[in-house]
Each structure stands twice: as C-alpha cells, then as structure tokens.
C-alpha cells in the first residue's frame, strides 16, 4: 500500500499577545529601528505550540479518527494537513487530491439561494462546475431541501443549512477526506445519514481523516486513531485500545466537581456558557459518590451574558465504547424554563433510582433553544463515574457488557404455563409466522 | 510555475467569487444594476458642471463630458478595485481559516466585480461618442488599455490586502489615498496643464498615461503619448512583481493572523 499521508516532525507555533493581532505599521517601524541596536530575542514573546513534533503516516484507503482532549490541537492538524494553515516545523507530504470539511456550509452567503450556494461552496471546496452540474439532483436529494431550492438559505432553518452543507461535501471528488468535528450539531437522523456517507466513502477506497467526539464513530467506521495530547502524539494504534486509554485519563467523578469554565473548544452563541458541574447528595449539600441504583443530583452551574427565553438544557451520557447510554433534556422532561436572567443560575437534575451500570460515562452537556439554535455545547466535557452497588440484588458475578439494570422479580413455577389467550388475528393468517424470540406483543392478552 | 498551474485549476473559483458578489451588491435594493450606470454619470456631470462651467479648466478641444467621462471610467474601475481588492482577505477571514486554495484568487475576483461597471460604463461612454460625433476605431484600444489598466489595479490590490492582513493600517489609509492619488491624476484636468517641472513627477503615475491613452482613444486626433503609456506598462510590470512576491511570503501567515 502506499501512504497517502507523511507528517514528519511537525510543530505549529503560534504567538500569543499583541503580536498575534493588531499589528500596526508604527510597531513594524520602531522594530526596524530597534533591530539595529538590539535583537528581540524569540523567546521573549509569549509563544504557544499547538503541535509539537508529531509524525505519523496514513497508508491509502485507511480510515483515521483522531481524538484527544480540547485544545490537544485535532483542528490544528486538521488545518496544517488541509494547507490551510503551514506548520513552523517539520513537513507533510499527501499523495492525491485533499478535500477537506472543516465547518458546514463553508462560504455559504445567506442573501443567495439554495441553488446558488451549492454552486459556490461547492466551487469554494474545489468542485468544477461541470461535476456540481451532475450532482446536483443528488445534493438537493440528500438535503432534502428540494422545495427552497430557490429560496434564499436566509430563509432556512439550521437544520436545513446544515444538510445542504453536508450535502455538498458528501459529493467533493478526492482522494482524501478531512473531517472536522461536523457531526457534533445537528439531530440524531442527520448523523446518521452523515455516518454512513462516511462509511461509503471509505468502501470507495478513500483516505478519511476525521476528528470526532463521537466515539461510537470513531470506533465504528477507523481503522486507525490516534490520540493527541497537548499537541503531542499520545497514543497510535488500533481505535479501542486508544480510545480506552483516553478514556481512562478523564478525572474521575469521585471528586464530585468538574470546572467547565475553562473549557475553550465549545460552540454556540455564548449567551449561556456552563461553569461547573456537580455531583451532591439528595440532601443537595453533599458531594456525592454515585452508585448504580442511587438517587442523586446533578447541579449545572450557569452564566447567561443576556435574558434568553426558553432555554433548553441537555445531558447526553456515553459509555467508553460509545453507546449513547442515555439521552436527557428539559424539553422531552416537560419542564418548561421561561427565561434564564443574566448571570450565575444553577440548574439540578435529580435523577431517581439511576439503572446505569457500574462504569464510566462520558458526558456531553449543551444549552439551547428549538429549532438547534445551541448556545453552549461541550461535548464529551466530564465523566461520572458510576460505582457497583447492591441496589439492583447483590450485584453477583456480574458480566462488563450490559448497560443497564432494572429490579427484576424472578419466580419459578412448576408444571406446565396456562395457554395465552391469542386474538383470532394471528390464526388467520398462519403463513406469518411470528419472529422467533419475539413475543409478539399482541399475544400478551393485554 | 507550481503557483501559476494551481492558480488556473482555481480559475472557475476566481469567477464564482466574482459572481457572488455581484449579485448580492444589488439585492434588496430597488435600482439594482442602475447604480454602476449612475455612479459615473452623476459624477460627469457634477465634473462637467464644476470644472467646466464654473472653474474653467480646458478639456484641449474634447467635449467636457467625454473629456471627463473617459477619465472616469477607468478611474472609478482603479480606485473600486483598489479598495475591494486590497480589503479580500481580511472580508474573506472566515473563508480563509477553514478552506485551502490559492490565496490570490480572492484580489483576482475583486478584480473582476469592478469590471461589470467598467463594461457598462464603456458602452455609455461609446454612445456618448456616438452622439458628439466622435466614434472611431480608436475604440478598439481600450481592449489592450483595459488589460494595463486591470493589471495595474490588481497589481496593486494584490500588494495591499497582503499588507492588510497584518497592518491594518491599510484600511484606514486606501480612502485617503484614493483621494489624493485622484488629485495626482489628470482625471480633472489635462496633463498639459502640470507645470513642467513637475510632469515627470505626474508622469511616473502609470494611471497618468492609463488615462490620457484612454482619453486620446475616445477623440480622433488627439494624439497618443506612447513613452508615458510605456512607464505605465513598466511600471506595472516592477508592481505586479513586487506585489505577487511579498503576497507568497505573507501567504503562510495569513490564516495564523487574519
């Protein structure tokens, strides 16, 4: 196999203060003054390595997630790789065409259409004119935006937007794909139709590069990860050995507060940001230690730059092999927020009888309005860690895999069941076979 | 030569840039294309009015309105393109952080949104020829002429938005040098006027000899000033250069600081 990508050593340099920004002229000419008399040494200004000395190559057809803690420097890699950005040291060498989605929607201009927009972008992304021609109907088929084609994507919902981008990028011609954390937005059928444009893209013999903070996909559709860790390579191998191993260096729960408030990869409008989470007792002035089957709090803590109406907040939980383990928000609870005021809020989410199994779960935490208008996203922000316990039986023998526990109440009886009453339905047509293992839910003589 | 090849593979991007921002200039408004008509044709006759009729400044035997008409059209395609150009990067930031081509491509489709109003402005200014009887085959110089004067421009645009990107000086600076440079132009007031101690000074301006050849082009007679229009060519030529070499340099901080 040949390699499709070489990074040999590389670094990426950034420097900090006012020389990243605002340069003005006046400061260039009292350098080339200066310059005469004194060297202004590199080390003085503050500097920062997003990358240091990674290396790593990807051989054609391989798929590759990259994972790693915010700030570890994936977007970095991700750009240095694109030619977006050059790194400071060491060098990349790819073989073949480079696409590269790092954001949906790139160069999408609100005040033109649907159509319009897919032929810029797609022109943007380094589509000819004549293949965005032929997949047209394709693009518009899988945004499923056929109707406003000639509306002006002002007009659109996010939801929509968000499609019509994915739509586009899913038909770049290339060699290798490069795929920045997309899939963090949008809802659970977009994902999955964007999953599995992913997984075809790779049967089709591509390179695929991708950063996500969904391990399910990481775990599902790479061949290959690898783990960065303060803009060093960490760990490289087969995904579920990295992924684990990343895993297991989030802090544990035990301690019962998590600062998110220093987190900086997260998205959304910032009208409300999340400071802190907790884990208290029912008591809610104790920390607590959770364990399967306990009824405690989880305590959000909040900071709204402004009054925002109908906030709604969510919780996703996922296991180390990334199964989504649950799912909550405010809005599927019924429980109606009518504004959140500026400042520090605090939200607690009181979770009854929890029927996790002993583990850790990664969790996710976003603030939002409907319509997937997020104001804070944290994806994959803190753990909890859930302890064994005797709440659910004794908690004997117990196998890893399973996810959940309920109370189970087990009876034996001798002789042979009493006959189920079945409605006339099922004997009527007796070819349809009901599927084995299955009861059928009708034959419960409900 | 790797640079010029990938810069034709993005030619069609070149265009799609151009065309966006050609079409929403006029979207929500209610003249729409109107404005590229009105823009000089209110400025001609205002120049028509002003330094014609009230300060009295000789057009050398040229109807005033062509006189400034002529001197207009590429002036206002110059200083459009100036400021589109120089500011493409830093408007395009966005674009920029998150998607690699050719970097040149963005002052190259400013370039060529001013170029519409220019194509208008030139079949006004044809018509007007037509009506004071002055319509000859000198037209067909503008076609050469257009190319120096979009050279130039671009040039130009090209060596500020590298600037730009890390001085935003330049922003601040672009209006007031049009301004001024318009002044140092004969746009107002024939070259024939400067004293001669000066001229060459006005002379080494190449949008000097960019438009006296556009204005000797639309009245038969005049004649042409090739050494000037030449200083113009070389000058062009030194500024393109210098432009395109200090935008590759800049080129790999662009994304770091934009």
Same mark, same amino acid.
């Given at each position: 196999m040949t390699q499709a990508i070489t990074v040999d050593g590389v670094g990426k340099q950034f420097r900090l203060g006012h020389a990243q920004t605002g340069n003005m002229l006046r400061e260039a000419i009292v350098d080339l003054f200066r310059s005469t008399y004194q060297r202004r040494e590199p080390s003085e200004e503050k500097v920062f390595w997003a990358l240091r000395d990674l290396s790593f190559s990807l051989e054609a057809g391989e798929v590759l997630g990259i994972v790693g803690r915010n700030g570890a420097g994936k977007s970095t890699l991700l750009k240095v790789l694109s030619r977006i950005t050059r790194p400071t040291t060491g060098s990349v060498h790819i073989r073949g065409k480079v696409a590269s &989605?790092?954001?949906?929607?790139?160069?999408?201009?609100?005040? &033109?259409t649907g159509r319009e927009n897919i032929y810029l972008s797609g022109t943007i992304l380094g589509m000819s004119k004549r293949r965005i021609d032929a997949k047209l109907d394709e693009i518009v088929a899988f945004a499923e935006i056929d109707r406003f084609l000639d509306t002006p994507i002002k007009r659109y919902s996010s939801g929509m937007r968000m499609r019509l981008g994915f739509a586009v990028a899913a038909n770049l011609e290339s060699d290798i794909l490069i795929v920045d954390e997309v899939l963090a937005v949008g809802d659970g059928d977009f994902q999955r139709k964007c999953l599995e444009r992913m997984g075809d893209m790779h049967n089709s013999g591509r390179t695929v590069l991708f950063v996500s903070h969904n391990i399910a996909a990481v775990l599902s559709l790479c061949s290959r990860a690898i783990w960065l860790e303060s803009g060093r390579l960490k760990q490289s191998g087969v995904p579920a050995e990295v992924v684990k191993a990343y895993l297991s260096t989030f802090s544990s729960s035990e301690g019962a507060v998590s600062d998110l408030s220093t987190i900086t990869e997260r998205t959304g409008t910032g009208d409300i940001r999340f400071t802190k989470i907790e884990y208290l007792n029912l008591d809610r002035a104790t920390p607590a230690v959770v364990s399967c089957g306990d009824s405690f709090v989880l305590r959000l803590h909040i900071e709204a730059a402004r009054d925002v109406q109908q906030p709604i907040f969510g919780i996703e939980m996922q296991t180390s092999?990334?199964?989504?383990a649950a799912h909550v928000h405010t809005y599927n609870s019924g429980y109606e927020i009518p504004v959140v005021r500026p400042g520090p809020s605090y939200i607690d989410v009181q979770i009854d009888d929890l029927n996790l199994m002993p583990g850790r779960y990664v969790l996710s935490l976003y603030a939002a309005n409907l319509g997937f208008h997020f104001h804070d996203v944290l994806p994959q922000c803190t753990v909890l860690d859930v302890q064994s316990s005797n709440r659910y039986g004794l908690m004997r023998g117990l196998l890893k895999d399973p996810l959940v526990i309920f109370d189970c109440h087990w009876q034996v009886n001798e002789g042979a069941a009493p006959r189920l009453a079945l409605p006339s339905v099922d004997r009527s047509s007796p070819t349809e076979a009901t599927p084995a293992g299955r009861p059928h839910r009708a034959g419960l003589g409900l | 030569m790797d640079t010029v090849r990938e810069f034709w593979d993005y030619r069609e991007l070149v265009f799609f840039l151009a065309w966006r921002d050609i079409m929403i200039?006029?979207?929500? *408004?209610?003249l729409g294309a109107m404005w590229a008509i009105l823009q000089p044709l209110v400025t001609m006759v205002v120049f028509t009015f002003l330094f014609?009729?009230?300060?009295?400044? %000789? *057009?050398?035997?040229?109807p005033a309105p062509i006189f400034y008409f002529s001197a207009l059209l590429p002036w206002l395609y110059f200083s459009a393109t100036m400021s589109s150009a120089s500011n493409s990067l830093v408007a395009n930031g966005d674009l920029i952080k998150k998607v690699y081509f050719p970097r040149l491509v963005l002052p190259a489709s400013s370039a060529l949104v001013a170029l519409v109003d220019f194509a208008i402005g030139a079949v006004i200014l044809a018509l007007m020829m037509a009506y004071y009887h002055v319509l000859s085959f000198r037209l067909l110089l503008w076609f050469p002429l257009a190319l120096l004067l979009w050279s130039f421009s671009f040039a130009v645009g090209v060596l500020f938005a590298a600037i730009n990107v890390k001085y935003r000086d330049v922003k601040h600076a672009i209006p007031f040098m049009i301004q001024i440079w318009m002044f140092l132009t004969p746009v107002i007031y %024939? *070259?024939?006027?400067? %004293?001669p101690q000066f001229a060459w000074l006005i002379k080494l301006n190449p949008m000097t000899g960019i438009i006296e050849a556009f204005r000797a082009s639309a009245v038969p007679g005049t004649p042409f000033d090739w050494g000037t229009l030449g200083v113009a060519a070389a000058i062009t030529a030194v500024v393109l250069t210098v432009g395109a070499v200090y935008f590759r340099h800049a080129e790999d901080y662009f994304t770091d600081i934009v």
């Open positions: &989605l790092l954001e949906v929607g790139t160069g999408f201009h609100e005040e &033109l092999q990334g199964i989504m | 200039r006029y979207r929500q *408004t209610v014609g009729a009230v300060v009295k400044i %000789p *057009t050398d035997n040229i %024939p *070259t024939r006027l400067i %004293p």
